[in-house]
């Protein structure tokens, strides 16, 4: 199901047609380094990874990540249209995931590396942080980051968050940054 779009991208719910892509991004390098191992090694663990992550979400807290299409394939760099999907194969995630460590949802974003520095992330998360506000009436969005991601700090910066603090996360010191949604975020241009 399409849940927005913008000038180049689709913002659709994840499900099991999704499985290879999603194999594809947990094991890229960048994914592990600055996200985290998820330990998903097959075709039927991405599968329960979409299914418990992705769908649950939707289900239970009526937003979660959503798969990021191209909407135009001929600047897809390789994406390719699916028959029957009715949208392209997805090139990342965007969206908001609600973790009990936290007090309110959080954005997350990431794409596969060959779609970076683009402006498809920027453009999702500016999107999505939109839809938090309008659709689904959220007040406040945190973020977390490595402390060496400095390019999702950027990003986040960028569409209107401030870094807050320094917090232990799953024994792991991270960086938490937050927006309040009550008005639209200063966002950047570009």
Do not use: W
């Not at 191992?37 to 939707?58: H, K, N, P």
């Not at 520095?117 to 506000?133: C, P, S």
């Not at 950027?154 to 927006?179: D, H, P, Q, T």
């Amino acid at each position: 199901m399409t849940i927005l779009e913008t000038e180049r991208l689709i913002l659709r719910e994840g499900d099991d047609g999704d499985a290879g892509f999603i194999l594809d991004l947990l094991n890229q390098p960048s994914f592990i380094e600055f996200i985290g191992d998820r330990g998903v090694r097959s075709l039927e663990q991405a599968r329960e990874y979409i299914e418990s992550r992705f769908t649950r979400s939707y289900r239970d807290n009526g937003f979660g990540l959503y798969a990021i299409v191209l909407k135009n394939d001929s600047n897809s760099s390789g994406a390719a249209l699916v028959a029957g999907r009715g949208a392209g194969v997805p090139i990342g995630v965007c969206g908001f995931v609600k973790r009990d460590t936290l007090p309110d949802p959080d954005l997350g974003f990431a794409l596969l590396p060959q779609f970076e520095k683009n402006g498809y992330a920027f453009e999702a998360a500016k999107a999505v942080m939109a839809h938090g506000r309008e659709k689904l009436g959220l007040a406040r969005i945190l973020a977390i980051t490595t402390l060496d991601n400095k390019a999702s700090g950027r990003l986040l910066e960028k569409i209107g968050f401030a870094f807050e603090k320094e917090i232990e996360m799953g024994g792991e010191v991270l960086k938490l940054y937050s927006c309040e949604l009550s008005e639209p975020p200063a966002v950047a241009e570009g």
